[in-house]
């Protein structure tokens, strides 16, 4: 049984190394047009910066998370399944947007600080590491938190039950159920966050104080635009691809299965202890909801008035943003689902990292090498929707990697030897197995990619030509053009957009899965 | 409106080559080719005396546009690229891709400005925007800032070129005192950004005194918004100068079609354009004068390396820079 | 028949051998200490793990590389036999067709067989909506629809008590009866080999040894059998 070759058993490790060669072809024809590379100590302060910020980011996203998750997983309330869909808005936030939404919060003459120059208190100010952190965390708690929370409602409510029945007090509930599966699903999501934070550029410079907060993208920047100095800009991206291949050995390394084996699926919540717990999850989750919905709320503000007279090019463009967030979305899902279906009956490093490592990739490297690859075939205007698509779908497939897996070895675990015994191949199993059990995974993965599609410039500025500006480029042709309020209206559409994208996707899969 | 909407978004898709007419492609920055950039009116007018389909390419910001050009190398499909400025002349000079004009055109530059491949189509000076209600006395010079509690957003020099521009400034204004100067300004600056938008936003958000922009922003504001609280700072230590300025490819297949472009460039039918789209100066000051606002800011000095000065005093300006704000 | 054919199984350090066979419709209870290997046997010869060593032949032909599903083969799991999302219709109706594209003469044969293990009319429940008893007779019903010639259970009905084990025991018959299925049951229980009736192969130290009638094997049990079922 462990050698035979069943068709998707060939097709997830070429897709693994279609994606690898997705990532590696642009460094190389970028390391290739440019000669030999040579790094200075700005460029390796520039790594220390972006590595340590990067960690800061998703070890607090990533903790914070854990709490808010439980409050969720354990507490009824009303507006629980809005908050819920909430969580969604905030990483589909296109980086400047999110700065502004946050600074009316944060900012100098943002709420908190009329509030305490109010009570007679000193000002804070948002800018430095701590400022980046704070957008960081702002942009991917709500992700974490969401990733998080599947994986409770995963612990199968005989297991549940067994705890409630042997007289389980919460610290041993964590102990025995909690506790193994974060060990199964926090390294995963430490490490998304952790290397998409790694090639964060906008968020880090707006915020961070100053030529001392400059990150491996920034120094890429300098290396292609004002230097044209390919080798350098290559071997930067390589450096970042090297961080991002550590933190998935190190995730690899650190993820243990829970394995809680399978259950019947009958409702069970988990038990909601009193007393100051009650409290503490309160607290939990009024904070974290006011932290997403006071910037959300200020980019809505900040969006309306402009809403009347917006630029035509505003509509086709967004016509053009759904249509690849849709088709992105198709692809991704299909792609990653593959993956996990392949990585959870045979695992490897390899496969973590072909579904990773596009996510550590240096956006303007990717680009550009594309760009040199295409270049001697086509026209690369002429690809331009094409190459968004591809790049969008490589960059949101890591997310839905991520989501699906454990849920997807939850599956082979407890059904796999079922299946194959029946055999449920192919179409079948997909159609009575696979889908059926991982709707509500694939419904909130396929929604993030759809939204993450939307709101990524992705290459689309290098490629786009005349009348192919997506969305997300319109808002940036805006606001560089003193439009602000009708950047700030763009913005909100394509915010709105996103989010009834990411909100029927992930309605969609939890209502087939109920 | 919405039928407005639906019509251009039809038109888009309907929209293919015109076949037979001669195509003049220019690669240009983003914002000059979008509906309300000067993109539009200049294709109209070029287009009505040339009997050519004129296409604009739009490649990222003015940064971006070298890089394009590098990466596009002789293989390229544009004809002129538009849109470069002084501070990247000489390196763009330096790849040889570009071919020389021959012309010895007249213009209202307060420099003298000659480049045997560039020709400049509009300029601006660089200067601290601020709001009159809410600072009525700016300081007057960088030193004046620096002992200020005035706070600043600049942008960074490594990915945007008013960043560039601001470096050339101080470096241009004070020399071997620059490092000193940034030191001294350090303390007033908020945050620098990666480019101009985040930077004029955060202004408008209210998160500093002052943002660095050109001395037009104000006329912006008051023009396009009715808004004549914006001001810019004037500096006695003169204002550095951003020239704009287009150039045709040497690999170009439309070489006379790319000279009429150039002739066309500095004609009041694009000069005039110029001002209330790309809110600089034209070089050439159009037959009915400057619009309101225009003549608002002017500083008494104009600052400007040569292109060939501005390559030679980048990477050691850079250094400084970082050396000096580096906390 | 069914051959082993000097079968070995290895899982990590453990080693288990077999090399006897079984005529079609044979009743072979499966006895052992635990770990003795009793199920990995069933897996091996349900497709879940290739041999190290040997072969395993149905009527004559190798099944090393026959999947899972294409095997000759249907096996009840000590739990989990059902899909939980699916109704109890439609975990018999895999196996009739995994694709479910089920005619009405396959919803007619479900029924019956719903009916003839005592689940009538519980066909459109969903598997938490049963007693365990019933989802065992469930998997039952499926295994009789799918009328494999070899019937492998391993322990499916170890949570049921003796009086429900009793009756499941005779369901089996009755379902071995019908399909003329080898059954293959591994059990603990001398009494369950008993009442299974036909014969017993006891596995110890890494060996599975030939089948034996069960009445004549208990009877008189070697040494290590004695051991293991405790008598003096």
New interface residues.
Partial sequence: MASRARPLSLIAPALAALLLALVLAPLAAVGWRGAGMSLGPADWAAVRFSVTQALLSAAISTLLAIPVARALARRRFPGRSLLVTLMGAPFLLPAVVAVLGLLAVFGRSGLLNQALVAMGLPPISIYGLHGVVLAHVFLNLPLATRMILHGWLSIPSERIRLAQSLGFGPSETFRHLEWPMLREVLPGVALVILVICLTSFAVVLTLGGGPAATTIELAIYQAVRFEFDLGRAAGLAGVQLAVGVIAVLAAWTLTRPAGFGAGLDRGLPLSAPTGWRRWGDGMALTTSALFLALPLAAVLWRGLPGLTDLPASVLPAAARSVAVALASALLATTAALTLALAAARHGSPLMEGAATLPLATSGLVLGTGLFLLIQPFAPPMSLALPVTILVNTALSLPYLYRILLPEARALQADYGRLADSLALHGWSRLRWLVLPRLARPLGFGAGIAAALSMGDLGVIALFAGERQATLPLVVSQLTGAYRMEAAASAALILVTLSFVLFWACDAGGRRAAA | MQKHLLAAGLLTIAMPALAETPVLTVLTYDSFTTEWGPGPAIETAFEATCACDLRFVPAGDGAALLARVQLEGAASDADLVLGLDTSLTAAASATQLFAPHGKTPKTDLPVDFADPNFLPFDWGWFAFVHDKTKLPEPPKSFEALAASDVTIVIQDPRSSTPGLGLLLWVKAAYGDRAPEIWQGLADNIVTVTPGWSEAYGLFLEGEADMVLSYTTSPAYHLIAEGDDTKAAALFDEGHYMQIEVAGKLASSDQPDLADQFLDFMLTDAFQSVIPQTNWMYPVITPAAGLPEGFDAFRPAKSLLLSPAEAQAVRDAALAEWQAALAR | MLQLDRLTLRQAAFRLTADWSARPGSRIAVMGPSGAGKSTLLAAI?????PAAGRILWQGSDLS?V????RP???L?Q???L????TVA?NLG??LR???RLTPADHARIDEALARIGLAGLGPR???QLSGGQASRAALARALLRARPILLLDEPFAALGPALRGEMLDLVRTVADETGALVLMVTHDPRDALALGGDTAFVANGVVQAPVETRALLSDPPEDLQDYLGRT
């Fill in positions: 349900a497709g879940f793990l290739a590389d999947p899972p599903g294409a083969v249907t096996i799991f739990d989990q036999n899909f939980p999302h699916l439609q895999l196996g995994p694709d479910l969903r598997p938490a």
